[in-house]
Antibody
Framework: VQLLESGGGVVQPGGSLRLSCTAS????????MNWVRQTPGKGLECVSA????????DYADSVRGRFTISRDNSKNTLYLQMNSLRADDTGVYYC???????????WGQGTLVTVPS | DIQMTQSPSSLSASVGDRVTITCRAS??????LNWYQQKPGKAPKLLIS???TLRSGVPSRFSGSGSETDFTLTISNLRPEDFATYYC????????FGQGTKVEIK
């Protein structure tokens, strides 16, 4: 299993960023996928999850209405569209495979998102 | 969000000790509780799922118990490789993990 994130960087408050994660080594469409972040303020947080078919997205309260998770099973790719970014969104964002809904077995190496205050 | 409260935030222990970490959920999560181990510079590793199911390859000195809102992770006979940070996480809805318990060498 390999999960390779991209798209992180520095963005001004109120700005947008789109993260991507390319998956390999497993049947991508058969598994729920997640974005989990690790921030200095809140530690580890699952910000969003999506089923293998793309249904049932779930969001943490802290990002609901600002972030959108999606996937393209034909490209084995997971996305996270992040809008209205704030300083407390700063952290490392991991693409994470689920063994079951919201149960995490494989993690990418992470991509850093920085929103200066 | 369901809030997860772990205690203690850190502890010092010796090789061979028995260590207990507790995790409390802000509302009932039945048995939807997982425990992870994280070492510096590494991603978290799933140790226990569904409150008490030991994942494949995880040593039997790790055990979990609890239901509804109160859960426990126990490490019996602490080994040098067990010094790490441990997190609880509920798999009912997206949201924060517990804040972590750092297990340090005494």
């Amino acid at each position: 299993v390999q999960l390779l994130e991209s798209g992180g960087g520095v963005v001004q408050p109120g700005g947008s960023l789109r993260l991507s994660c390319t998956a390999s080594g497993f049947m991508f469409s058969s598994y729920a996928m997640n974005w989990v972040r690790q921030t200095p303020g809140k530690g580890l947080e699952c910000v969003s999850a999506i089923s293998g078919s793309g249904g049932g997205p779930d969001y943490a309260d802290s990002v609901r209405g600002r972030f959108t998770i999606s996937r393209d099973n034909s490209k084995n790719t997971l996305y996270l569209q992040m809008n209205s970014l704030r300083a407390d969104d700063t952290g490392v964002y991991y693409c994470v495979k689920s063994t079951r809904w919201l149960q995490f077995d494989y993690w990418g190496q992470g991509t850093l998102v920085t929103v200066p205050s | 969000d369901i809030q997860m409260t772990q205690s203690p935030s850190s502890l010092s222990a010796s090789v061979g000790d028995r260590v207990t970490i507790t995790c409390r959920a802000s509302q009932s999560i039945r048995s939807y509780l997982n425990w992870y181990q994280q070492k510096p510079g590494k991603a978290p590793k799933l140790l226990i799922s569904d409150a008490s199911t030991l994942r494949s390859g995880v040593p039997s000195r790790f055990s979990g118990s609890g239901s509804e809102t109160d859960f426990t992770l126990t490490i019996s006979n602490l080994r040098p490789e067990d010094f790490a940070t441990y997190y609880c996480q509920q798999s009912s809805t997206a949201g924060p993990f517990g804040q972590g318990t750092k297990v340090e060498i005494k």
